[in-house]
């Protein structure tokens, strides 16, 4: 039975459990749940905190891992990245007072907090820094208010609680993180953990990418084509009027309302964009 921990509450825990029933897995029906023994897939899960996931693959105890990559580096546990899955963005990044334009240097001699202190250490050391560093749980931007710091390193992700507490980001991001599967760094590989990782990863692909169906004049096919290759080639059929054929082809999401656009433009006609569940490519 393959071991399996999901971040159980915080940014990553619904996406990840989506994601998971998504690719066929069976999911908690209760949050309060800790495990969810999945028989038919013979995968068991284990609802753990982000931070403490890293730590639980890296023992050897469990056999893959959903978490976020800044906290698995921040682990220092013996974990390495299967996959990175594509959602909970966010960079960590250096912040400090709006109105003086700061640098890392700056950061020479002072007070840094941070929930991420391994990750902070690590970088200030490659930067030749020496800052004392502060570990609190959470709330970081609230401590240089308090008193209790004079900057902070903390996840940002659309900039809001940094702009809230009038502080400024500074410096090249220390990590840019997204939800990951991590494995322990020696362990074998196995045909269950290659599997799920697969189901994963065709979720993954899926949603970075949509289907695009159209009708096209034969004579503009070339052209057509040309604008959505599609990934080995897109499929043509034959129509029942027989100056047109069908197209079908996966489009990248980002590009597929310009892609849209250029078909239309080219004489494309009824063209439908849908979404994709999962695939294997
Ligand atoms: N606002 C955000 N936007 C995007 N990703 C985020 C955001 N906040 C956190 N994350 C990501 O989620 C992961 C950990 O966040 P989470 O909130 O689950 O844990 P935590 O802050 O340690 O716990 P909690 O907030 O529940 O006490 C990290 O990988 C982080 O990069
Ligand atoms: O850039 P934003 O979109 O505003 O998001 C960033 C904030 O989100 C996280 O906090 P969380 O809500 O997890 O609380 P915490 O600080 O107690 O962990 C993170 O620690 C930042 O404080
Ligand atoms: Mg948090």
């Known amino acids: ?161 940094l702009r809230q507490h009038s502080l400024v980001a500074f410096g090249d991001p220390i990590c840019t993180s997204e939800a990951v599967l991590v494995h322990r760094s020696d362990s074998a590989e196995s045909r269950a953990k290659a599997q799920l990782a697969a189901r994963l990863q065709g979720v993954v692909f899926a949603q970075q990418y949509m289907m695009l169906d159209y009708d096209c004049p034969r004579e503009l096919l070339d052209a057509a084509i040309a604008i959505t290759p599609g990934l080995e080639s897109p499929t043509v059929a034959p129509l029942a009027v027989e100056s047109w054929v069908a197209v079908r082809a996966m489009v990248a999401r980002r590009e597929v309302n310009r892609v849209m656009d250029a078909l239309a433009e080219v004489g494309a006609k009824a063209v439908l964009a849908s979404d994709i569940r999962s695939c294997r490519l």
């Open 1 to 161: 039975m393959l071991r399996v921990a999901v971040p159980n509450k915080g940014a990553l825990a619904s996406a990840a459990s989506e994601m998971l029933g998504e690719a066929g897995y069976r999911q908690r029906h209760e949050q309060r749940d800790l495990t969810v023994l999945d028989p038919a897939n013979e995968v068991e899960f284990f609802f753990l905190r982000p931070k403490d996931i890293p730590i639980y693959v890296g023992s050897g105890e469990l056999d893959l891992g959903i978490t976020g990559r800044d906290l698995a580096l921040d682990s220092g546990a013996p974990v390495t990245e299967t996959l990175a899955l594509g959602f909970g963005g966010s960079t960590f990044r250096y912040a400090a007072p709006a109105g003086h334009d700061w640098t890392v240097a700056d950061l020479q001699g002072k007070r840094l907090a941070t929930s991420y202190p391994r990750l902070v250490r690590d970088d200030l050391a490659r930067q030749g820094v020496e800052a004392e560093v502060i570990r609190l749980d959470g709330a970081v931007e609230i401590s240089i208010q308090l008193g209790v710091a004079d900057a902070v390193a903390d996840v940002v992700g659309s900039g809001r609680t």
